[in-house]
């Protein structure tokens, strides 16, 4: 996997209408789920807390795709995709082995697989 986090020049480039403090990654890599979406996914999500960390696994369809040529600044892209279909797993590392630590194949928050 390859981190989308803003380096610190892309920090700076960030346009913002009032004072703040600068993101760390682009606008719109989030997403969000609801109760419903966890409930799909079969995901207790009762011991989630901020901070705490899984991965996603995504199935996603593209949407919108735009190719620009810009004078000076050469080609840029946009793609936009929906998700279609997804997994979500607690971290998948090493340290499976530790008291506490979830399997490998074992979903965050007890959810089913």
Known sequence: MKSLELDDEEKLDVLMPMPMDRPDY???MRVSLTEKEF???EIDYSD????DVFIMKCICKIT??????????????RCEAQITDCEIEGLDDEEDEKPGR?????PLYGGKK
């Open 39 to 41: 409930e799909k996914l």
């Open 26 to 28: 682009p606008c719109g």
């Open 102 to 106: 979830k399997s490998k194949s074992s």
């Open 48 to 51: 989630a807390k901020i901070g």
């Open 64 to 77: 919108s795709m735009s190719l620009y040529d810009n004078e000076g600044s050469g080609q840029t892209c």
